[in-house]
């Protein structure tokens, strides 16, 4: 590929924003966070409406045919403005949108990476990209190419479904921990009817808000992030919620997003009346079943290191950090900001570890 056969082009504010992504085929679309209903709610969200959103586009000069979409967004830390992606901690993973065919070489990369941020808007000191996989999907990130990436904070936990539900259950979870849900599956099944069932569209609603209230008796209340949510579940896909019912009323759920191949785990939340029968377990429990059974590739547990995803047998593979300094004074807050977030970063890990084990399921999985 010769520098000549590319260009750059910078789209700007969110409306123009989302409907280049949107209009995006379907191929360039790594995971469900890259699916038009996720970007263009959130792109309608209140804060993102009036943030200042630009995507830089690389395009082939003969067709104008996008080859690889970056949108990015503009935040402050400490008086200074950066440029980051779409995240606002809702997004668990963030990479670029790409063509199939993009394969330039690393050297190639990088001379197409130095066009990228001389066409950037002159308004930020540095550019920072965390949650940014590699490996998910089949499309390389030409991102990792440029070097000098670094660990992110977060890991991620897929499950892969590599076999039939029985044999999976049977070599790769936790078998104690099966026994524990078998026994508590069999004491609610005394009380009632159980049934599991997968629900989409304006019907899938109020089992939302109820998940989300259920976290909230936990956790903090999220009403940017639920209503978020709410818009998402309303238009369909990708996002399904996942119901565990006794007699008819719901007493956990599971919220997450459908993709051809994997369904990627977002939020549990159970009523605190059934705790004892560990009603999030069983509906996760319930979710690997259908997601075996539609021949789903993985479940994707996502973010955050939660005890009870390893008792599914769930991997952990590595998210990365990826950076560029424009100037002394952004290599200067960039090297701060990545200082704080490792010392909080230690000091969660340290909460954490001092919190019961079950501490997380109610919880979004970031």
Known sequence: MRNNDVQIRIVEGPEAVGDLLASLPDEMRRSAFHHPNWITNWLATPDHVRRRTIATVVEEVASGRPLLVL????????????????????????????????RPSPAEMRAIWKRIVAALPRDAAFLLIDKLPIDIGTRHEPLADLGGLRPSHMTRHPLRLDGDYSTLRATRFCQTNCRSLDRKRRKLERKGRLAFDSVAGPEAVPLLDRVMAWRAERYDDQPVTTDFYRRLVEGGDPARVMVLTLDGQPISAVFGLTEPNAFRLLVVGHDKAYSNWSPGLLAIEDAIRAACAAGLAEFDFTIGAEAYKFAFGVATEPLWLFSAEFGPHGSA????MLTRNSIATRLKRWLDGSAPADRGVEAKTG
Do not use: H, I, K, Q
């Open 333 to 336: 807050m960039l090297r701060l």
């Open 71 to 102: 949108p990015l967004t503009l935040e402050s830390f400490g008086g200074t403005d950066y440029w980051t992606s779409l995240d606002r901690g809702v997004c668990d993973y963030n990479d670029s949108l790409g063509a199939a065919d993009f």
